[in-house]
């Protein structure tokens, strides 16, 4: 089955086509974050008419690129939610006339859903079941995984996620959008054991996060440092400390999931699992406990195509053409998804 996948949850337009027997065949994105970045952040009517100026263009660029054309497309995947409900729109919309002219199937795939199955699209994926971490700007959560739609919540983000944590550390320091680069990479000329910074709910005996009040902490100590005078290497030295503190705090936990559970798996999914010193940290604690970490590639830790392809691939076995009538989940909790 070759299946087409359409992203347009946030600020990425991505695309990509997803063979089941032969795997990946190409995939495309376009980012955003040139256009977001004088605003400081994702202005949502910008992000939805950029989707509609991308969103054909990079479908036949794949399928050039992949040699297939439009025809060849059994089913259509798509970003059905959660998101900007403007630009879920615009992918829905596109998927699903779409689909419509080529009388062929469609399904909805949650986004979360995409990024904690992205890590088995490299080869040698972990089997079911796993601890996954999904890490991004909008969830920290830890998961058990035991297969296509199956899947227990062992811990979330009380308030703040680990990289909502990194883009405000990343404006009260000044630095560019999106935050999450641009802390870790000043961080890398920050220097060890010039401040301390709260690890939140390290010790607290569950597998939940709380970042607010390490955003709260990284204010207090820059205001008592200089404020808006920071020089750089004060910058720098708060910056490594502060992603001290979230990576320490998400493999402590990680460990934990997998005590608990007494998998041996990880997955690392999202956003932040891009960033390195994460996976560092990762990559020793599992080896100490002799546990295995898989990630994505870098380039499908952030949102894309790629992910949404697999992900409908996976759930559209038996899906038969329906009416293609449809609607978004901008809010849509990944408890209520079913096994395919």
């Known amino acids: 089955m070759l ?34 970045a004088e605003y400081g952040g994702v202005v949502p009517e910008l992000a939805s008419r950029d989707h509609i100026r991308r969103a054909l263009p990079l479908i036949q660029h794949v399928l050039d690129q992949s040699g297939a054309e439009l025809k060849n497309v059994d089913g259509i995947a798509y970003t ?35 990024h904690l199955l992205a890590p088995l699209l490299e080869q040698n994926p972990p089997a079911f079941p796993f601890v996954a971490l999904l ?28 990289g909502e944590a ?21 961080a890398a000329q920050g220097k060890n054991g010039r401040f ?24 207090t100590l820059a205001n008592e440092n ?15 400390e502060f992603q001290e503190a979230v990576t320490e705090v998400l493999t402590t936990k990680c460990m934990a999931a997998l005590r608990d559970t007494g998998l041996d798996n990880l997955i690392v999914s999202g956003g932040v699992g891009a960033n390195q010193r994460l996976r560092e940290r990762l990559n020793q604690a599992t ?15 952030t949102d894309n195509g ?12 038996n899906i038969q053409a329906g009416d293609h009538a449809f609607t978004v989940k901008p809010r849509w909790d990944l408890a209520e998804l079913q096994k395919p």
Do not use: W
């Open 166 to 186: 990194f883009d405000k550390t990343a404006k009260l320091l000044g630095l560019s959008y999106p935050g999450g680069p641009a802390v870790s990479s000043l």
């Open 306 to 317: 790629a992910m949404i392809a697999f992900a409908g691939a996976m759930r559209m076995q």
């Open 196 to 219: 301390k910074l709260p690890r939140p709910l390290l010790n607290s005996g569950d597998l939940n996060f709380s970042f607010s009040g390490l955003k709260t902490a990284v204010l």
């Open 135 to 162: 890490v991004s700007g909008g969830h920290t959560q830890l998961m058990r995984v035991s297969g296509i739609g199956d899947y227990e919540l062992l811990g979330d983000t009380l308030d703040d996620a680990a």
């Open 80 to 114: 059905q939610g959660p998101g900007l409900s403007g630009a879920l729109l615009v992918g829905t919309s596109i998927a699903e006339a779409l689909a419509f002219t080529l009388d062929i199937p469609t399904v909805g795939v949650h986004h979360l859903e995409g």
């Open 3 to 36: 299946v087409l996948g359409i992203e347009s949850s946030c600020d990425e337009t991505g695309i990509a086509l997803y063979d089941t027997q032969k795997g990946l065949l190409s995939h495309a994105l376009h980012s955003q974050i040139e256009m977001h």
């Open 226 to 240: 200089g404020g808006q005078h920071l020089d750089q290497q004060t910058k720098a030295d708060i910056a490594y």
């Open 287 to 301: 080896k100490r406990r002799l546990c295995h970490v898989h990630y994505p590639r870098l380039e499908f830790c």
